[in-house]
């Protein structure tokens, strides 16, 4: 166990042939609980980035009490091995790769995925630092072409996509006057 997970018996009184009763007991137990949580969730971030909304979800089904599972991840926090900042910039990056969304829908999807809302508008303001959002759009519109969608159908298929009224509009309108030359 941590020392940094008791919360009444001093680390130092922990030693070979020591007792310990009541409030003691159950410091010690929950100490053991928070470290097992630590332990758990170590596993999971070991196989892939998680946010820490997910995490807790996860510790929670297999049975972790919320006070074990806060002081795990409020260790892991510190020590930086979970990072809802460092989850969100991932994600954005490799839900990207397959899926071309605006700015609304990526921050409902990280909200959805329990990030905050500031941690979202910083990682999407970086995110379109380093992508083109009116060129995401253009694929978008290209998708939505080769599924063979209306202008207006078009339209609501971009906005349900994140892009701005303003934005779908113009992709619409740039790509409708090339199709005409």
Request: glycine share 8%.
């Amino acid at each position: 166990m941590r020392p940094g997970y008791l919360a009444i018996v001093p680390a130092e009184k922990i030693r070979v042939g020591e007792t310990f009763e009541g409030e003691g007991v159950t410091d010690l137990i929950n100490a053991g609980f928070a470290y097992m949580a630590e332990r758990k969730a170590a596993d999971c971030l070991a196989r892939s980035e998680q946010c820490r909304t997910s995490l807790e979800q996860k510790l929670y089904q297999k049975g972790f009490e919320k006070s074990a599972v806060r002081l795990a991840l409020d260790y892991l926090e510190k020590r930086h091995f979970l990072d809802d900042s460092r989850y969100a910039s991932r994600w954005l990056r490799n839900h990207s790769i397959g899926k071309f969304h605006g700015r609304s829908r990526l921050l409902r999807e990280l909200l959805g995925r329990g990030i905050s809302k500031r941690t979202a508008d910083s990682a999407i303001n970086d995110f379109f630092m380093e992508n083109d959002e009116f060129e995401l759009c253009g694929k978008a519109y290209n998708k939505g072409v080769s599924m063979k969608k209306s202008n207006e159908k078009l339209l609501k298929y971009l906005l349900d996509c994140g892009f701005s009224y303003k934005m779908a509009q113009n992709t619409i309108k740039n790509n409708s006057e090339i199709k005409n030359y």
